[in-house]
């Protein structure tokens, strides 16, 4: 039978206060929507579910849940980070993270964007439903209340949200303990844009008790639409968390959203398209938006290296792990959220001048007393589509063996 560990589904509800939803859509602020009765009314509710964390583990019985990766005997950790895009092709995602050769029969995955009863995934409870067809243990941490269907192409989907939550998680063969999330501030208020949500960014935190030594994991997801800055000031209070910590190993695993851009505001985002003009176009393609810490994202890599953590030999350098394609009708229209349209001629220019296609590098390692299982590469997974075709995800996975430096079968 299975087991949620700590907060159940049924805590982990809306269901008591979406009549509300459409008064709070009103709101053009979350300075605003906090200063009116319905928020006074609901606040209670509404912060239990963000502060919480639903745990679960499947029963012993099926399929042995716990069952050691064979590598395992030789100290290695295997790690996967993939942002799932809400795990709308939930059935190609379960079928590739348990036969392909470079996603399969990992001991940890880091995921980002996992909705819980939203219509554009269809309303499944994505880490719970993954968890069952993987026979997994997972944590999953929610992060925003969805007031409605999603941005983009999302808000012409069938049907309606039910529990309309979005999160990210931690998924492990092994035990997990002392799991917690730490919030991080938003980048942009959430209630004053076209898709509004109640919430902010968390990491999600636990330490693993791997049978090559037990080590500490954080999944994070830093935010989009804010400055290089803000996603700076994001990763070091995860990792001034960290230090208050008692000491471990630690994998760090996730989408970072190294965009190289500020994206705070259209404005902004625009005056940086002009400034990638001047650096050269095809300049700015082929040695920033796949190395966001040569420059642009540089006081955050900066700041890992700083604090005693590695990245360089974690991931697979000059790999996107995004692309953006002119004639992709879906991400125009999701960009459209946010670029006014007459910023679009200029920015199919530029892209036309590198043959449509860019990639970005957003998804990455870090690990501090950790290090690159010898004769191993660090693997971008790209490619991943369902059976008619159709990608998995906007993002590629990112793939890892490494091992814990007090491990004393390590010399």
């Given at each position: 039978m299975e087991r949620f560990l700590e907060t159940n589904a049924g805590v982990n509800s809306t269901a008591h206060f979406r009549k509300y939803f459409p008064e709070l859509l009103k709101f053009e602020s979350t300075a605003e929507m906090q200063e009116s009765e319905i928020y006074a009314t609901i606040?209670?509710?509404?912060?239990?579910?963000?502060?919480?964390?639903?745990?679960?583990?499947?029963?012993?019985?099926?399929?042995?849940?716990?069952r050691q990766n064979s590598r395992s005997d030789?100290?290695?950790?295997?790690?996967?980070a993939?942002?799932?895009?809400?795990?709308?092709?939930?059935?190609g995602i379960?079928?590739?993270?348990?036969?392909?050769?470079q996603l399969k029969d990992r001991d940890i995955?880091?995921?980002?964007?996992?909705?819980?009863?939203?219509?554009?995934s269809g309303n499944r409870f994505v880490a719970k439903d993954l968890g069952e067809a993987l026979q997994m243990r997972f944590a999953f941490a929610p992060i925003y209340i969805a007031l409605q269907k999603g941005?983009?192409?999302?808000?012409?989907?069938?049907?309606?949200?039910?529990?309309?939550?979005?999160?990210?998680?931690?998924?492990?063969?092994?035990?997990?303990?002392?799991?917690?999330?730490?919030?991080?501030?938003?980048?942009?208020?959430?209630?004053?844009?076209?898709?509004?949500?109640?919430?902010?960014?968390?990491?999600?935190?636990?330490?693993?008790?791997?049978?090559?030594?037990?080590?500490?994991?954080?999944?994070?997801?830093?935010?989009?639409?804010?400055?290089?800055?803000?996603?700076?000031?994001?990763m070091k209070i995860i990792l001034d968390h960290l230090d208050t910590l008692p000491q471990l190993p630690v994998i760090l695993g996730g989408d970072w959203n190294t965009t190289t851009f500020n994206s705070q505001n259209a404005t902004r985002a625009i005056l940086g398209y002009w400034r990638r003009v001047l650096m050269g176009?095809?300049?700015?393609?082929?040695?920033?938006?796949?190395?966001?810490?040569?420059?642009?994202?540089?006081r955050l890599f900066d700041e890992l290296e700083l604090r005693g953590y590695e990245y360089k030999s974690l991931n697979e350098s000059g790999?996107?792990?995004?692309?953006?394609?002119?004639?992709?009708?879906?991400?125009?229209?999701?960009?459209?959220?946010?670029?006014?349209?007459?910023?679009?001629?200029?920015?199919?220019?530029?892209?036309?001048?590198?043959?449509?296609?860019?990639?970005?590098?957003?998804?990455?390692?870090?690990?501090?007393?950790?290090?690159?299982?010898?004769?191993?590469?660090?693997?971008?997974?790209g490619n991943l589509r369902d059976a008619t075709s159709v990608p998995l995800s906007d993002h590629d996975a990112i793939a890892l063996d490494f091992t814990l430096r007090n491990d004393p079968r390590i010399t």
């Open positions: 606040r209670p509710a509404v912060d239990e579910i963000l502060n919480s964390i639903v745990m679960w583990e499947p029963s012993a019985p099926r399929g042995n849940p716990v030789d100290g290695r950790v295997t790690a996967l993939w942002n799932i895009e809400r795990g709308n092709r939930f059935s379960v079928h590739a993270l348990k036969n392909h050769p995955l880091f995921l980002t964007e996992l909705d819980d009863g939203m219509a554009r941005s983009g192409v999302e808000e012409f989907v069938e049907g309606e949200n039910t529990n309309a939550i979005h999160g990210l998680a931690m998924f492990s063969r092994y035990p997990m303990r002392n799991v917690h999330a730490i919030p991080l501030p938003n980048g942009k208020d959430k209630m004053s844009g076209k898709e509004k949500r109640l919430g902010h960014l968390r990491a999600l935190i636990a330490d693993i008790e791997h049978p090559s030594g037990t080590f500490r994991a954080v999944t994070i997801h830093l935010d989009a639409l804010c400055s290089r800055s803000h996603r700076h000031r994001q176009v095809r300049n700015v393609v082929r040695n920033h938006y796949p190395h966001p810490d040569r420059y642009f994202e540089k790999a996107g792990t995004i692309h953006y394609d002119v004639a992709s009708v879906e991400k125009n229209t999701n960009l459209r959220d946010w670029v006014p349209e007459w910023c679009f001629p200029f920015i199919f220019w530029a892209a036309n001048r590198v043959g449509g296609h860019v990639s970005c590098r957003l998804d990455w390692f870090a690990g501090r007393d950790i290090a690159l299982k010898e004769g191993t590469q660090p693997e971008t997974v």
